[in-house]
């Protein structure tokens, strides 16, 4: 039973990998804002389309996780009232439907409404002056959940590494300090230098 716990592990690991998303995301929308040209087809068509895609291999990522995390549940013989009882669990719960959340707002939400804006510009045009002021609201609270998003995959990844290696609450809490001001970060600056 020890060796089918560990290959579901690796699985929800590597899914949990796999949601850095909100990662790449920020850089690319942090990369974009250095150009400091105004919005036009080409370099936003392509950023969007980059963008437009993720939520869907999030949603197929965050099925798998919750379908191992549920199987390692089970295996562990924890019972699914730990779901909400073991306080580690519950913030891995509530995360899950925070990230839920808040990639089917950005992708139901907010997105097809940055899609309508693009699509007034033409090919090799800018976009029309009157559009940019909507365009740069969208994408900013866009950028404001993708931070947040990215807190809650690293809350998410720093609860599996307690339940699994038994980290201390005081060690846990201390790298989730770290992982708002990690989020911060990225949400601020692209990152030139990885971590740094």
């Given at each position: 039973m020890e060796e089918w716990r560990s290959i579901f592990l690796m699985i929800h690991l590597i899914s949990t990998l796999f949601m850095a998303a909100p990662l790449y995301m920020l850089i690319i929308v942090n990369e974009r804002a250095r150009f400091g040209l105004p919005p036009g087809y080409n370099t936003d068509r392509y950023m969007e389309n980059i963008i437009k895609r993720q939520p869907l291999r999030c949603y197929a990522y965050l099925a798998v996780i919750l379908i191992?995390?549920?199987?390692?549940?089970?295996?562990?013989?924890?019972?699914?009232?730990?779901?909400?009882?073991?306080?580690?669990?519950?913030?891995?719960?509530?995360t899950f439907i925070l990230l839920v959340s808040f990639l089917s707002y950005i992708h139901f939400g907010l997105q097809p409404k940055i899609e309508t804006i693009l699509s007034t510009a033409k090919p090799d045009s800018l976009l029309a002056e009157e559009m940019r002021p909507k365009l740069i609201a969208l994408?900013?609270?866009?950028?404001?959940?993708?931070?947040?998003?990215?807190?809650?995959?690293?809350?998410?990844?720093?609860?599996?590494?307690?339940?699994?290696f038994g980290l201390s609450p005081l060690i846990f809490f201390i790298f989730i300090i770290l992982s708002v001001l990690f989020a911060w970060r990225a949400y601020k600056v692209p990152l030139p230098r990885g971590w740094f």
């Open positions: 191992t995390g549920l199987i390692l549940i089970w295996v562990a013989g924890l019972g699914w009232t730990s779901l909400f009882l073991d306080w580690t669990l519950a913030i891995k719960v509530g994408r900013t609270k866009r950028k404001k959940f993708s931070g947040v998003c990215l807190f809650l995959v690293l809350t998410s990844l720093l609860s599996g590494a307690r339940l699994t």
